[in-house]
Nanobody, 116 residues
Framework: QLQLVESGGGLVQPGGSLRLSCAASGFTLNDYAIGWFRQAPGKEREGVSCISRRDGSTNYADSVKGRFTISTDNAKTTMFLQMNSLKPEDTAVYYC?????????WGQGTQVTVSS
């Protein structure tokens, strides 16, 4: 079964760090545009960070630039989101995504709560 499985969410204090993982099952991420999205209560889902399929370049939402880093493992089976200097406004359910013109896979979502 082709799917993305997320892990790594949790509760962290402001200023803390978390690392989210997203493992691809049944396929590799080589031919996919990949990224992370998040959805806070009462808000629409928004893009956080992505890696271009075309040239491997990375992009970040202005709100997370300098604090979050997207990456993959060498085998291109897992993507990561390293989140540092977390703020209460980063609280949301985080989703990973891998897509091509034909396919669009989403992780199940993992809750990140930033609170003292």
């Amino acid at each position: 079964q082709l799917q993305l499985v997320e892990s790594g969410g949790g509760l962290v204090q402001p200023g803390g760090s978390l690392r989210l993982s997203c493992a691809a099952s049944g396929f590799t991420l080589n031919d996919y545009a990949i990224g992370w999205f998040r959805q806070a209560p009462g808000k629409e889902r928004e893009g956080v960070s992505c890696i271009s399929r075309r040239d491997g370049s990375t992009n970040y939402a202005d709100s997370v630039k300098g604090r979050f880093t997207i990456s993959t493992d060498n085998a291109k089976t897992t993507m990561f989101l390293q989140m540092n200097s977390l703020k209460p406004e980063d609280t949301a359910v985080y989703y990973c995504n891998a897509r091509t013109i034909l396919y669009d896979y989403w992780g199940q979502g993992t809750q990140v709560t930033v609170s003292s």
